[in-house]
């Protein structure tokens, strides 16, 4: 007989959780923890023609989508913490495992949705598309070097990073 597909929809919220689309409660609790799915999940993703991003695994689909309110499709990476390896490297970390250098120069403010950015390098980049969204939490995290040149939110968003100012780009 003919395989039954099974289709299972996915959400990521601002803070990088990941929880079935129809899940009522949304909490800490009841999101997907286990790294390894995660990763696994993120890996196989792709964005269709349609704008839905897709991971086909085993006859099954899983859809994922970001609950984010953003006048955009082409993001599904949100980073949930920011953290030194053992480098020394600063490193933002999506999914489970997967990862992205720091670098405040790569990071972009939206002034319409007053959100956080950071540019994706290139392995990242053709999968995931430009930018992954900072969380509110590793945006907390920062906010302490985080300033504004004018009272108007149009104006200037600057970092002091390691003793450096960086001026954050608008989001493009």
């Not at 929880?19 to 409660?25: C, E, V």
């Not at 120069?105 to 290139?122: A, G, V």
């Not at 392995?123 to 108007?152: A, C, D, K």
């Amino acid at each position: 007989g003919k395989m039954i597909k099974r289709t299972y929809k996915y959400v990521v919220d601002h803070q990088g959780f990941l929880y079935l689309k129809d899940d009522p409660r949304r909490t800490v609790a009841t999101a997907y923890r286990d790294k390894k799915f995660l990763d696994e999940l993120y890996r196989g993703l792709r964005r269709r023609k349609n704008g839905l991003w897709i991971q086909h695994c085993a006859g099954e689909s899983n859809v994922v989508a970001l609950d984010v309110q953003l006048d955009r499709d082409d993001l599904i990476v949100v980073f949930n913490s920011l953290d030194k390896n053992k480098d020394g490297q600063y490193v933002l970390t999506f999914a489970g495992t997967m990862n992205e250098t720091f670098s405040p120069n790569y990071l972009r403010f939206c002034p319409k949705s007053y959100m956080f950015f950071h540019r994706l390098t290139e392995r990242n980049e053709q999968r995931y598309g430009p930018y992954g969204l900072l969380s509110s939490h590793i945006v907390h995290n920062i906010s302490p070097y985080l300033s504004s040149t004018n009272s108007s939110i149009d104006d200037a968003i600057s970092l002091i990073w390691e003793e450096e100012k960086h001026i954050l780009l608008p989001l493009t």
